[in-house]
């Protein structure tokens, strides 16, 4: 049994936590860092590395374990291990706060803030299920899986009550707050580099071509035509297929394989947690 499988803290099917944890949600990471660094405040706090151990251009590989490790912990963790890595990550956030001469104030503890980034990293998770699973999924799935998404916001400094109510209400305040962000001359170029895999080495740097083509793939319109990686209609629809032919390969692969970069997030947090060593 996986460490995903053996989870008990999600209270989801077996099969719709490996939907959610599959390897195919790396292909949307891209575009959700971008949705998530549009919102200026957390796109000028991340852009500017106050923190640099904890910078994706210093420290490509720690940053995408943690992000990868907080997303295992949030949807599958126990508490025990949810509380533990939030103070791990509070401890850096404590440090992510704009001076004051900044044109874009921020303070990674606002709640404001930890709201929106978790609240795109649920779009993005519907993302990955429209291509894992694109006959849907049954209401009551989706909505038990809304609910208990709340734990991406929670895990961290989000009030359950900060969570909307229900699905129809999440979609409302999440599309009325995406309408008003662009991109500036701040997190612009930052974000070419993280389509672009410029932190990365070679050869995942010559991946960049897919990496900017998924970014757009998956990206809201106005937010690709900014970053200058919208998609035809064509490239749309030849992504979209190879996409869920990539779904369904992977559906026939092993458990363990197929869920491969958060089975080993987790397994390497629990070990940490077990060992006292340090979680980021």
Same mark, same amino acid.
């Given at each position: 049994?996986?460490?995903?499988?053996?989870?008990?803290?999600?209270?989801?099917?077996?099969?719709?936590?490996?939907?959610?944890?599959?390897?195919?949600?790396?292909?949307?990471?891209?575009?959700?860092?971008?949705?998530?660094?549009?919102?200026?405040?957390?796109?000028?706090?991340?852009?500017?590395?106050?923190?640099?151990?904890?910078?994706?251009?210093?420290?490509?590989?720690?940053?995408?374990?943690?992000?990868?490790?907080?997303?295992?912990?949030?949807?599958?963790?126990?508490?025990?291990?949810?509380?533990?890595?939030?103070?791990?990550?509070?401890?850096?956030? $404590?440090?992510? $706060?704009?001076?004051?001469?900044?044109?874009?104030?921020?303070?990674?503890?606002?709640?404001?803030?930890?709201?929106?980034?978790?609240?795109?990293?649920?779009?993005?998770?519907?993302?990955?299920?429209?291509?894992?699973?694109?006959?849907?999924?049954?209401?009551?799935?989706?909505?038990?899986?809304?609910?208990?998404?709340?734990?991406?916001?929670?895990?961290?400094?989000?009030?359950?009550?900060?969570?909307?109510?229900?699905?129809?209400?999440?979609?409302?305040?999440?599309?009325?707050?995406?309408?008003?962000?662009?991109?500036?001359?701040?997190?612009?170029?930052?974000?070419?580099?993280?389509?672009?895999?410029?932190?990365?080495?070679?050869?995942?740097?010559?991946?960049?071509?897919?990496?900017?083509?998924?970014?757009?793939?998956?990206?809201?319109?106005?937010?690709?035509?900014?970053?200058?990686?919208?998609?035809?209609?064509?490239?749309?629809?030849?992504?979209?297929?190879?996409?869920?032919?990539?779904?369904?390969?992977?559906?026939?692969?092993?458990?363990?394989?197929?869920?491969?970069?958060?089975?080993?997030?987790?397994?390497?947090? $629990?070990?940490?947690?077990?060992?006292?060593?340090?979680?980021?």
């Amino acid at each position: 049994m996986t460490p995903l499988r053996d989870a008990s803290g999600s209270g989801l099917a077996p099969d719709l936590v490996e939907d959610l944890l599959s390897g195919l949600v790396l292909a949307a990471a891209g575009a959700n860092v971008v949705l998530q660094l549009a919102h200026p405040a957390v796109g000028h706090a991340v852009a500017s590395e106050p923190v640099p151990a904890g910078s994706l251009r210093t420290h490509p590989w720690r940053r995408t374990r943690t992000t990868l490790a907080y997303l295992a912990v949030a949807l599958v963790g126990s508490d025990a291990e949810c509380r533990a890595l939030a103070r791990a990550i509070t401890a850096e956030h $404590r440090r992510v $706060r704009s001076g004051p001469d900044a044109p874009v104030p921020y303070d990674a503890l606002d709640p404001a803030l930890q709201l929106w980034v978790a609240s795109c990293l649920y779009r993005g998770a519907c993302d990955v299920l429209d291509v894992v699973r694109p006959e849907g999924l049954p209401e009551a799935q989706r909505d038990a899986l809304y609910h208990h998404a709340a734990r991406l916001g929670t895990c961290l400094q989000v009030p359950r009550a900060a969570w909307p109510v229900d699905r129809a209400a999440f979609d409302r305040a999440f599309d009325a707050q995406l309408a008003g962000l662009h991109l500036d001359a701040v997190t612009r170029p930052y974000l070419h580099e993280v389509v672009s895999l410029a932190a990365f080495g070679w050869p995942l740097r010559a991946a960049a071509p897919l990496s900017r083509a998924l970014a757009g793939y998956f990206l809201p319109a106005h937010l690709g035509s900014e970053l200058g990686v919208e998609l035809g209609d064509a490239s749309r629809r030849r992504i979209g297929r190879v996409l869920r032919l990539v779904a369904r390969a992977q559906r026939r692969l092993p458990s363990a394989l197929r869920t491969l970069p958060f089975t080993w997030v987790l397994a390497d947090l $629990r070990r940490r947690l077990r060992r006292g060593r340090p979680l980021l």
